[in-house]
């Protein structure tokens, strides 16, 4: 499993996640990202060509070296600064307390080990005028396929790098101290356990207030 996890799976992410969907989606949103970026699970880097001229930089985070080596690739003709952490967005990142205008989340909180510490981490360093843009697949709204959902995760857990088939994406947001400024729900084509969508944008709940989570 390690030979895999460490040299198969970063190519088999890379390719699922090169499809028409997906990118219809990064078309959709990602172009509303501005100034210090945050991009938590920046991957393979698909989304680096949808950001627009109003980023200055981006800051991407993973653990996985071999899917930074390929973001690596995907740098050389931007325009803007691209710098890399390698590490889980679960531990303290190296960011300075609402120093952040935009955090970018695209198919990563499935399969952070624990969420909740990551989402404390954005509202640490977002802005409070800052907002989260997100694009993640979760738990669906129809019965019969989230029993579905819950049966499949122990075993796509295994294959697919810690992914879950059955987050609630917005109570994970909502429950971590954000807002909707927009929410929209689709299932996306393909099997339906695997495309129930999330995608929309967030902010923090408390304007110009002390942030949960605060290191200061």
Not at 54 to 61: A, D, F, L, N, S
Request: net charge positive; with cysteine; charged share 25%.
């Amino acid at each position: 499993m390690a030979v895999y996890a460490k040299y198969v799976l970063p190519r088999i992410i890379d390719l699922a996640m090169k499809n028409k969907e997906t990118a219809r989606l990064r078309a959709a949103w990602i172009p509303r990202a501005y100034g210090e970026v945050l991009e938590i699970g920046i991957g393979s880097g698909l989304n680096l060509p949808f950001y627009p001229m109003e980023v200055r930089r981006v800051c991407g985070v993973d653990p996985s070296a071999e899917l930074q080596a390929m973001a690596r690739r995907r740098v050389k003709e931007l325009r803007f600064r691209v710098d890399f952490l390698r590490q889980s967005a679960e531990d303290p990142l190296p960011v300075e307390d609402g120093s952040i205008d935009t955090v970018v989340i695209t198919w990563t909180l499935c399969s952070i080990p624990d969420p909740s510490k990551a989402l404390c981490q954005i509202q640490r360093v977002l802005k409070p005028t800052g907002r989260v843009i997100f694009l993640e697949h979760g738990r669906a709204s129809d019965p019969r396929i989230m029993a579905w959902q819950d049966r499949l995760t122990p075993v796509w857990r295994r294959i697919g790098g810690g992914c879950h088939l059955n987050r609630k994406i917005d109570d994970l947001l909502s429950g971590a101290g954000f807002q909707f400024r927009e929410l929209k729900t689709e299932y996306l084509p393909g099997p339906r356990a695997l495309a129930y969508t999330y995608q929309g944008i967030a902010e923090l709940l408390m304007h110009g207030q002390a942030k949960p989570g605060s290191m200061s």
